[in-house]
């Protein structure tokens, strides 16, 4: 064990006498850890929902990150990606600055020995998680920022803890993956002759099947996702600013104990063509569409990603906005019919409903997307945009799949944008997405 570890103790003696919340966590007004707030809590139990056992998605999650390592013969992962080790250990701490300054990492070893680094004097953030055997303070960080024209020495100092790490877990085989790591990082392993594996592969297909407690806190998130964008929809009138009705989904996700959005693609009238347009100062009129990507990082980290296109105003919709927006639900709804297991990706992309030709110049990124703690493995593109070999998998129960179209013709006055989230089931695909079309566009 490191001079500056601790030991993270396995029970702690004071949790038999407290109360618990909904999801099994420590119901104390103080506690460390984040989580969904009371007014979550009471939606979710209005909705019948049945939020997740954290403890056993816990391991479960760590049951198939070690399922992987042992498949693919390594001695461990090193994960500096913070989604990936929010997955391996539910440890979270500042994910957005951490994604662009790697300060933190975990190893997990094959036989499920797991050593979490933090960021400095953070070890306390992680404390109540049973399955973190060692957290180390600092350590991981050897970016140019913090480690200036010291980052190689810094990086061979930590190279030589996981050396160290694989020799005891690894029983001579030095197979390592690791999912991201900075240059320096890379070239100081590479000289402890460490053999560095893709761990991102690894870590997207630990990831890609959901069990019953994932299940339930996505079906939480949706829920929270769904009330925000209720919210927004309340707030749509002519002359609110498309900043002033996304700020609407932030805090009402904030509020229910969400964590961040990826992105804040909202735009309306001539800004929803051509797509990705991100929500800017424009004032909404009478008569425009509003199309918008939640992409929202809920309850649990777990995201919900669905799209929605409105009309604004009182008039009736214009016969081209209601042809788009009936073409892109078409699409949407006929790719989605296509899911059961045992179905390939490849054949998803050579089945999948065309676009009219007037369409396909700005179809969307990709017909499918896997979806957890962020958009994930697999990704299923257009015939255009095939790559033979990329995904040669099959769809599997316990995969949550995004389905998405984007319908705008190049130089046209509107786009719409949907996104509908799903199950893959035994029998077929379940939509978990509730969040209702637009009537004046549908009707």
């Not at 990603?305 to 214009?318: A, F, K, V």
Request: glycine share 8%.
């Amino acid at each position: 064990m490191s001079s500056f570890s601790i030991a993270n103790p396995k029970i702690d003696p004071t949790r038999g006498a407290t109360a618990l919340k909904p999801d099994g966590t420590v119901d104390l007004n103080d506690r460390v850890e984040i989580g969904p707030t009371d007014l979550a809590f009471a939606e979710w139990t209005a909705l019948g929902l049945t939020p997740p056992n954290l403890e056993r998605m816990r391991q479960r999650r760590l049951d198939r990150v070690v399922q992987q390592l042992r498949q693919r013969d390594y001695a461990g992962v090193l994960c500096f990606d913070p989604l990936n080790i929010r997955y391996a250990t539910d440890s979270s701490n500042m994910h957005i600055w951490i994604m662009h300054n790697p300060s933190r990492a975990v190893f997990v070893s094959a036989s499920g020995h797991v050593v979490l680094w933090d960021f400095h004097r953070c070890g306390f953030l992680s404390a109540h998680l049973p399955l973190i055997n060692e957290i180390r303070d600092g350590g991981a960080g050897f970016y140019y920022f913090v480690a200036g024209d010291e980052e190689d020495a810094i990086a061979k100092d930590f190279a030589g803890q996981i050396e160290d790490l694989v020799r005891r877990f690894g029983g001579g085989n030095r197979r390592l993956a690791v999912d991201k790591i900075e240059i320096p990082g890379l070239r100081a392993l590479d000289a402890a002759g460490i053999e560095v594996c893709n761990g991102m592969q690894l870590m997207e297909h630990a990831r890609a099947i959901k069990g019953i407690d994932e299940i339930n806190a996505m079906r939480c998130s949706l829920a929270t996702c769904e009330i925000a964008v209720a919210k927004m929809r309340e707030h749509l009138q002519p002359g609110i600013a498309e900043t002033e009705l996304w700020a609407v989904l932030h805090a009402e996700n904030i509020a229910r104990g969400g964590e961040w959005i990826e992105t804040r693609i909202l735009s309306s009238g001539p800004r929803t063509n051509p797509w990705m347009q991100e929500a800017g100062p424009r004032r909404i009129k009478s008569g425009d569409l509003v199309a918008f990507d939640t992409d929202l990082i809920g309850p649990y980290g777990m995201c919900a990603d669905i799209s929605r296109t409105w009309y604004c105003g009182e008039r009736r919709p214009s016969d081209e906005q209601r042809r788009l927006h009936r073409i892109a639900y078409e699409h949407v709804m006929t790719n989605m019919a296509m899911l059961k297991p045992g179905v390939s990706f490849t054949e998803l992309t050579e089945r999948s409903h065309q676009l009219p030709l007037e369409f396909i110049a700005q179809r969307y990124g990709a017909l499918m997307h896997g979806v957890g703690l962020c958009d994930e493995f697999p990704q299923i593109r257009y015939r255009e945009d095939f790559i033979p070999g990329a995904f040669d998998y099959v769809l599997e129960p316990g995969m949550t799949l995004c389905v998405e179209a984007y319908v705008g013709e190049v130089g046209g006055l509107n786009g719409v944008k949907l996104e509908e989230q799903v199950l893959i089931t035994e029998a077929g695909f379940e939509n978990l997405t509730k969040c209702p079309f637009d009537p004046a566009l549908t009707s």
